[in-house]
């Protein structure tokens, strides 16, 4: 039984990130920056689900004047930075 409810309590967190999929990519190709660049936004945000998987670890990203920012999974404010072309 406790399997179960394990089982079903991760199938609704999983379709509940499916559902606001749409709303997180309308947000990412409307954002300033990524007007008339959709193709460019959309490659950033598949680019960085895809390596923040399969990286064992926060990944350390190069911004502005030699300052670089470290990013893991999860880390909303800073990926959206990323999604967005802002580092």
């Known amino acids: ?3 179960n409810q394990a ?3 991760r199938l609704r967190a999983i379709s509940g990130r499916w559902w606001a999929l749409p709303r997180v990519l309308k947000a ?21 689900q ?16 030699d300052v670089s920012f470290v990013a893991g999974q999860g880390d909303t404010g800073i990926t959206g930075n990323i999604y967005c072309g802002l580092h």
Not at 30 to 44: D, E, F, I, M, Q
């Open 50 to 65: 895809i390596a923040s998987r399969l990286a064992s670890g926060p990944i350390v990203l190069p911004w502005v004047n």
């Open 1 to 3: 039984m406790e399997f």
């Open 28 to 48: 990412i190709t409307g954002h300033p920056p990524n007007r008339g660049r959709t193709v460019k936004a959309l490659s950033r945000f598949v680019g960085w």
């Open 7 to 9: 089982f079903h309590s």
